[in-house]
């Protein structure tokens, strides 16, 4: 039982170049979210996920999309980076109450 | 929209000591659920304990206990016993029962944990 995981740990991109994010769970969890980490910040929200086929804005969806074709992936899509995208991105997943389990994180740098 | 806020950026306790950290949170909604996750170096974030709303008994999990004062809208927790795997940052998030998980959790900015041997 692998959890959440997330591909790529780490990721250098330069300005303008697009890349996507993989988030897979094995708990058959029906909800999914993304969320972004800044340096003196908590997480914060980026797009989620209530069942494959949905998903939803969440505080932060500027520069983003997001894609749950399957029920047990969850993509997170930049089109186009900017160095404000420059951060750690965590996914996670839930039932429809109580806590979320989260990913190990995937370091990204936007030069 | 609900906010929540650790007014203590870093602590400090000497080893087997006991540490309280402090969350506020601000909603209008009568249930939902309050969490405190620890995140060491590895960065990966780890459930330490959560509280329902609705049920007053305060949640406890070993050395990890919680003061839940749900007028005040507070939602601190204590360790005791200290020990050096204990040294992290530690983030108060707040997550609303309607809807499922459907707005994720809300969280604070996080307290810096600094266990002293």
């Known amino acids: 039982n692998a959890g959440v995981t997330q591909t790529p740990k780490f990721r250098v991109l330069k300005t303008g170049q697009s890349m996507t994010l993989l988030c897979a769970q094995d708990?058959?969890?029906?909800?999914m979210y993304w969320y972004r980490q800044d340096p003196g910040m908590g997480l914060r929200l980026i797009h989620y996920?209530?069942?494959?086929?949905?998903?939803a804005k969440g505080e932060v969806p500027d520069g983003y999309n997001v894609s749950r074709l399957k029920k047990q992936n969850f993509l997170l899509g930049l089109e186009s980076a900017a160095p404000s995208q420059t951060s750690v991105y965590f996914c996670?997943?839930?039932?429809?109450?109580?806590?979320?389990?989260f990913g190990p994180g995937t370091r990204l740098t936007v030069l | 929209a609900q906010t929540v806020t650790q007014s203590q950026p870093e602590m400090s306790v000497q080893e087997a000591e006991t540490v309280t950290l402090s969350c506020t949170y601000d909603?209008?909604?009568?249930?939902?659920?309050l969490f405190w996750y620890k995140q060491p170096p590895s960065r990966q974030m780890i459930l330490v304990i959560r509280q329902e709303a609705y049920k007053q008994q305060n949640a406890t999990e070993n050395r990890f206990s919680v003061n839940f004062q749900k007028a005040a809208k507070s939602f601190s927790l204590k360790i005791s016993d200290s020990q050096l795997g204990d040294a992290a940052m530690y983030f108060c998030?707040?997550?609303?029962?309607?809807?499922?998980?459907?707005?994720?959790?809300?969280f604070g900015k996080g307290t810096h944990l600094i266990i002293q041997p």
């Open positions: 998030a707040y997550r609303r029962p309607t809807g499922g998980g459907a707005d994720g959790l809300t």
């Open positions: 996670a997943s839930s039932y429809s109450i109580g806590e979320q389990f």
């Open positions: 996920s209530v069942g494959e086929g949905t998903t």
């Open positions: 708990m058959n969890h029906e909800y």
């Open positions: 909603t209008s909604e009568s249930d939902y659920y």
